[in-house]
């Protein structure tokens, strides 16, 4: 592979970036870049919904670059023709060294593994799995949680803690409150908890969600919704929370009395510095705590209901 990456970037409205990122996917044969949209952002209100994303795709030869920029060019006008509402611009050819190469994408978006046998994987790459990999293909898109960031890493850490040791034969059921991208719900359902309910107070993450589980199959393993947790009433074995600190406290009366007897509590979302104000904010609910788990500058927290 040569040293050096061609890089064309195109700017478009968000609500055409899906069909663009696509051509460019098949068209350069590897992932696309998607600028403006930061998958790493971490809070609700951090999620950047912008009106023009930029994306950009890698080639690493000049031969047939000019051919490439062409085409991109009749595929932007023709969809241009067939929607008179987007305005496109040009696309920008530049050359980009390999450093900022890796830097940008590879780094971001290569297969991860995570815990003893997950592998998240980009939808647009191919899984080099092991034989007793759970592999799940993951799109960002517009939602938070890629695998990437410490918080999610956490939870799926614990996630996996609480399948091993579940006795022989128990069903778990799961809550994934604050699914974003769904990444919980679905590894829940590969370590085998069922049923799987995933909810989001952002209607753009619950849609999220739904593709990615359709990428994996799994449209019928999960129930997804924007139920707010107050109006819920099914209790679950389990229940992951990855959302922040204040909103965790604030929210704890109603997740404890979502969670079975016996029922397991993953907290997570949480900066270190603010560990104790969220174990202060569940000091007065009827669980216990069982461990604290740390990565950076962030920790989840694990804990178990007594009987009701
Ligand atoms: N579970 C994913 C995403 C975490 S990001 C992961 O672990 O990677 C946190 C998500 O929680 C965001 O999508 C946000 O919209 C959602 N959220 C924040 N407060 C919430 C609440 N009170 N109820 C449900 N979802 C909430």
Known sequence: MSDKWLEIACDIPADYSEILAAYLTELSGSGVCMENIDVDAFSHSEIVHSAIVSIKAYFNSEVGINEHLAAINNFLIQLSEEHPDLIISKPVLSEVRSEDWSNSWKVNFKPLRVGKKLLIVPSWEEANQQPDDIVL???????????????????????????????????????????????????????????????????????????????????????????????????????????LAEELVRLAPQIINRLASDGKLVLSGILAEKEEFVRNGFALQPVEFIETRSDGEWVALLFSKGDK
Request: charged share 20%; proline share 5%; net charge negative.
């Open 137 to 243: 293909h993951l799109d960002p898109g517009m939602a938070f949680g890629t695998g990437g960031h410490e918080t999610t890493r956490l939870c799926l850490e614990l996630l996996e803690k609480i399948m091993d040791e579940l006795p022989t034969g128990k069903n778990a059921s799961v809550l994934d409150l604050g699914t974003g991208s769904g990444i919980l719900a679905m590894a829940a359902v590969k370590l085998g908890a069922k049923p799987v309910h995933a909810v989001d107070i952002d209607p753009l993450a619950i849609e999220v969600a739904k593709e990615n589980l359709a990428i994996n199959l799994m449209a019928n393993d999960v129930e997804c919704s924007t139920t707010p947790l107050e109006s819920m009433t099914t209790d679950f074995d389990i229940i992951l929370a990855n959302i």
